[in-house]
């Protein structure tokens, strides 16, 4: 566990919780051993802030004893410890969104005793109070940070628990393993029926893990989202289909060759997965200077995209140049090969190729379930589903999964009871990172970084 050290520091701090800029409201949260008395030093109003009353609603301003000086009208709502996000004596203040008066009352705070909390640290101090386990403050922030309203459920069950039950579920389980491995060492000669080990539990065991982590790829796709280039040769549709796909005329669409001369992007969702969509420059031989530096920054989208869609002129048919390049991309697994204008194409759709038209939007639909297979399997996630997103907790599942498949081949071979309790230790102590039960100041530090102020 986490030694005393700076982390576990209680010094009353401050954060402005809502973004900066004009607004109706703007929320400042604090938080800290003597903040409730803080606040009441510098606030008049229709109820007392040092009452005992934990939950309560105050209307006042905030003033500067010093001079008399009137801050601003506000609403300040005291928490008192534990019932509190952090578990510790806190105020929040309701202000009005003026980025000079929110200057001005995070000015008084500080000369009042307060810090200026740092990213994360409310959070932070949350997971040390035990009010939460990380899997559950990688949550908070993943929220926040949540590109599309499935990545935004997802986040809200593992902030519910869902992580959190299924590795306590697991460390149990294991605990058990241990027990009946430590009697077997303690007791050879004895036969116990109710400590035995399970080799059947085990290999439960090791399915449900492999499935927990089988799903951070899904995972870190609804939450980070992919980048998706539309490409192919001048007039093939491609401004057509971006305008389509963003529900908006984003694009200039013309019959003329070149139009796109520079890349343009726009931010989509397909079920649930968030999309940096691209619309690039035709693909042509041209001398012309402008045109040439656009098909060179389309090459260079093409080539960092996570899918690529080719659109064929279904009118005109596949030409070498169409081929050249599909048969470059087509063993990548990030093509997928599209037969535009099939609404007045005469030719007979190519095979492997998804029938569309861009312009009435026949074959959208195909389009974007290609797009999840190709990114998922075919898979769906439900939102109430288990899913990790973090790379911290993959790596420590990956580490209990090794652990714990040594352990199953250790079994086999008969090796000592000894050094198969090594195993499911070490799988126990990867299990212990995940939910923060075993943890380093370092990684808290680095972890907590990536948040936001006042989170």
């Not at 969104?97 to 995070?106: D, I, N, Q, R």
């Not at 922030?141 to 459920?153: C, F, L, P, Q, V």
């Not at 059947?200 to 982590?213: A, G, I, N, S």
């Not at 260079?300 to 390049?325: H, T, V």
């Amino acid at each position: 566990m986490v030694k005393e050290t700076a982390l576990t520091l209680h010094d009353p701090i401050v954060a402005l919780a809502t973004p900066w800029g004009e607004s109706a409201i703007a929320v400042i949260r604090t938080s800290g051993e003597g903040c409730i008395k803080k606040i009441a030093g510098v606030f008049k109003g229709t109820g007392k802030l040092s009452a005992k009353n934990s939950h309560t609603v105050n209307y006042g301003s905030l003033y500067n004893p010093e001079n008399s000086e009137l801050i601003d009208e506000v609403l300040a709502v005291v928490y008192r410890a534990p019932h509190s996000y952090t578990g510790e004596d806190a105020v929040e203040l309701f202000c009005h969104g003026s980025p000079a008066a929110l200057k001005k009352t995070l000015s008084l705070l500080y000369c009042h005793g307060f810090r200026q909390a740092n990213a994360g640290e409310f959070t932070l101090r949350a997971f040390l109070n035990g009010k939460i386990d990380l899997t559950k403050a990688e949550a908070v922030n993943e929220i926040i940070r949540a590109k599309s309203d499935k990545a935004r459920k997802l986040a809200l069950h593992r902030l519910a628990g869902s992580i959190e039950k299924i590795i306590n579920s697991f460390k149990a389980r294991l605990v058990d393993l241990l027990s009946g491995i430590e009697v077997m060492i303690d007791y050879p000669d004895e036969q116990y029926e109710h400590h035995e080990f399970s080799l059947q539990e085990l290999r439960r065991l090791l399915t449900e893990v492999r499935t927990l982590l089988a799903t951070y790829k899904a995972g870190r796709i609804y939450q980070e989202g992919v980048s998706i280039a539309l490409t192919g040769r001048t007039n093939s549709g491609k401004s057509t289909l971006f305008n389509l796909m963003l529900k908006e005329e984003r694009s200039i669409v013309s019959d003329l060759h070149g139009t796109t001369r520079d890349f343009i992007e726009g931010a989509i969702a397909v079920q649930g997965i968030p999309i940096r969509l691209y619309d690039t420059a035709g693909l042509r031989s041209t001398d012309h200077p402008v045109e040439a530096e656009g098909i060179r920054r389309t090459d260079k989208i093409i080539n960092s995209a996570d899918i690529i869609i080719y659109l064929i002129d279904g009118s005109r048919g596949i030409c070498k140049e169409d081929e050249a390049f599909l048969n470059q991309y087509k063993s990548s697994g990030r093509l997928l090969a599209v037969w535009n204008k099939c609404d007045i194409s005469r030719k007979k759709i190519a095979e492997a190729f998804i029938p569309l038209s861009s312009l009435t939007g026949v074959g959208l639909h195909q389009v974007e379930k290609a797009i999840v297979i190709l990114l998922l399997g075919g898979s769906s996630l439900e939102s109430d589903s288990p899913v990790i997103d973090s790379l911290r907790q993959k790596q420590y599942l990956a580490q209990a999964l090794d652990a714990l498949e040594r352990t199953e081949a250790g079994y086999k071979k008969k090796i000592s009871f000894d050094l198969l309790a090594v195993d499911i230790k070490e799988a126990l102590d990867a299990f212990g990172h995940i939910t923060g039960q075993v943890t380093t100041e370092g990684l808290l530090q680095t972890m907590f970084s990536k948040f936001c102020v006042g989170k």
